[in-house]
């Protein structure tokens, strides 16, 4: 069980990638699993009647920890994996960033990237004031950027009133992702991860979390797992 935010960055660092939280369609593990005990989304104490009365101590934990991890250095955590907040192992990044297609940036999006390079990490309130983005376009377009691992998580920054605000920073200013394997080398260094912590996957399993075509990741699969065919579907097994 994970009760320091030391574990979670070693429990990371064993598995490589994993979730925040559970997702249903995703076969990663979570680190909400580590520190619960189980995928069970038991995050409240709730009195007889079912009103909320706090919320539970694994939450709390975990709700601090994911900006602990970034914020200390020892796990990089962001949206990029599955549009959900995902937490990578430092080793892993120059992987997850070779393994990404390349893509042209929209005006939005290189204005942010562009804030963020010139004045360092930025919260979403200080991305407005610069780029003169309405809140909606500033939050789509950070996700769109951590999904393409543009940007990532840095550091809460304690604002007025009860909640923080998270500041983001260039991915490759945060963490050193210089030593980066071919494209082809890295998705199947990552199929070989996730066939690892899930056992056996579809080419849909492995192509939805990183946003892969899916005819790409039964190509890898073929080329790192042992496939059959099961009910219309081909599985891969690892070797």
Known sequence: MV????????????????????????????LWEQVNGSPADNWAIRDAEGNFVRWSDELSFLWGAKDELPGQGLVCVGKHVARVATCVAPRLLPVLVAAA??????????AIEEAV??????????????????KKEVDRTV????????????????????????AHELLVRKWDVRKVP??????????????????????ADLAG???????????????????????????????
């Open 3 to 30: 009760r320091t935010v030391q574990a979670a960055a070693g429990w990371v660092d064993e598995v490589g990638l994993a979730l925040l939280f559970p997702k249903a369609d995703v076969v990663l593990p979570s």
């Open 101 to 110: 297609e390349p893509v042209e940036p929209s005006v939005d999006e290189q």
């Open 117 to 134: 390079g010139a004045e360092g990490p930025l919260t979403g309130p200080q991305l407005r004031n610069l780029t003169g983005l309405e």
């Open 143 to 166: 996700a769109v950027l951590h999904r393409r691992l543009v940007l990532t998580n840095s550091h809460l920054v304690e604002q007025d009133g009860p909640w923080g605000a998270i």
């Open 182 to 203: 071919g494209r082809e080398d890295a998705r199947r260094e990552l199929a070989r991860l996730v066939l690892d912590l899930a056992g056996e996957l579809t080419a």
């Open 209 to 239: 979390p990183f946003g892969w075509p899916r005819k790409t990741a039964a190509a890898v699969l073929e080329s790192v797992g042992v496939g059959r065919d099961e009910e219309g579907f081909r599985i891969w097994a690892g070797h």
